[in-house]
């Protein structure tokens, strides 16, 4: 294999968490008078930074967001994840057949993760020396820096890693950050891409295939 340790990303690569996040933006979105469409929470809003999201729907709405809007985000999407969260299709299969090291790095809270790798059965695969999160570290995609770490923390250069990311401020993060990065999105996701020469993939189950080769 070209790579020495493969970095995953969380949401939307591991855990089927995105179509969930999108909902509660939209509601959230609701409670400060800003109307959203589903559609524009999911192509804008995944990926990125809670903390860019509400400047956004600050700005948008011209008010000031509530003093407890991320307690209430966080409650909303871990009832929801409870609810409805389930592990990307295929992953289980794939991270048993994994030789080399991998970890995950993620832009939410390390609670968050924990909860949902836990949720899906996941869990097992990520001990706790294995997991990052930019609020570790304060800064967010797409600044390269929890991929950095990451690398640094698992004994790895950037050139002997391989992200694996859904969206495009992560894919940016990796690219940024002298990572290969292979991109896990659908036909539609694709369309919110503009990277050339970048590998994507549709099915989690092509993965082993496409690192060995």
């Known amino acids: 294999m070209k790579y020495k340790c493969i970095i995953f990303d969380c949401d939307g690569v591991l855990v089927d968490s995105e179509t969930i996040a999108?909902?509660?933006w939209v509601e959230m979105a609701k409670k400060i008078g800003l109307s959203i469409s589903f559609e524009k929470a999911f192509n804008e809003?995944?990926?990125n930074s809670f903390i860019s999201i509400v400047q956004y729907l600050s700005e948008k709405a011209k008010t000031e967001i509530p003093d407890d809007f991320e307690k209430q985000y966080r409650a909303?999407?871990?009832s929801a994840f409870q609810a409805d969260l389930?592990?990307?299709n295929g992953i289980h299969d794939v991270l048993k057949n994994i030789t080399i090291p991998f970890c995950v790095a993620s832009s939410g809270p390390r609670e968050k993760i924990n909860l949902n790798l836990t949720k899906v059965d996941l869990i097992s695969f990520f001990p706790t020396d294995r997991i990052f999160s930019c609020y570790d570290i304060r800064k967010?995609?797409?600044d390269p820096a929890i991929?950095?770490?990451?690398?640094?923390?698992m004994g790895f250069r950037p050139e002997d890693c391989v992200v694996i990311e859904d969206s495009t401020y992560g894919a940016q993060a990796a690219i940024a950050g002298g990572f290969d990065v292979l991109i896990y999105a659908d036909k539609d996701k694709k369309k919110n891409f503009n990277f050339e020469d970048q590998i994507f993939f549709d099915?989690?189950?092509?993965l082993n295939e496409i690192l060995i080769h």
């Open 22 to 24: 999108a909902r509660v």
């Open 45 to 47: 809003f995944t990926g």
């Open 76 to 78: 909303k999407t871990y």
């Open 86 to 88: 389930q592990p990307i």
């Open 140 to 142: 967010w995609k797409p």
């Open 147 to 153: 991929y950095l770490y990451a690398a640094k923390q």
């Open 203 to 206: 099915k989690m189950e092509m």
